[in-house]
C-alpha cells in the first residue's frame, strides 16, 4: 500500500470528464484573461497532461463532466499513475 502527505492542493473546473485519470498529471488548458495568478487559475480548466505539458499537480478527485470541480495535489509525497503501454 502506498502513502501519500499532500502539503498543497488546488481545485478548479474539469475541461472533460476526468474519471478514469485519478492519480494522472494534470495541467492547465484554456486562455487567461488577467495578469493576476489567481484569476488565471480560475479562468483555466484542468485537464490531463501529456509529454511536453507543464504538469501542474496530479489529479485526486477527477470531476465527473465538463465544469465539474476537480482537486490536484501540487506538492508533498504524492502517488501518480503512469501511462499504459
Known amino acids: 500500500m502506498s502513502t ?3 502539503t498543497g492542493s488546488h481545485a478548479g473546473p474539469s475541461a472533460r470528464d476526468l474519471t478514469p ?11 487567461a484573461s488577467s495578469n493576476d495568478s489567481a484569476e488565471v487559475e480560475n479562468d ?12 501542474i499537480g496530479i489529479i485526486f478527485y477527477p ?6 470541480r476537480t482537486t ?4 508533498g509525497r504524492l502517488k501518480i499513475k503512469g501511462a499504459r503501454p
Open 21 to 31: 485519470y485519478q492519480w494522472r498529471a494534470a495541467k492547465l488548458t484554456g486562455s
Open 44 to 55: 483555466q480548466e484542468i485537464d490531463v497532461a501529456g509529454a511536453g505539458d507543464t504538469v
Open 63 to 68: 470531476g465527473d463532466r465538463k465544469g465539474a
Open 72 to 75: 490536484l495535489h501540487t506538492q
Open 4 to 6: 501519500i502527505k499532500p
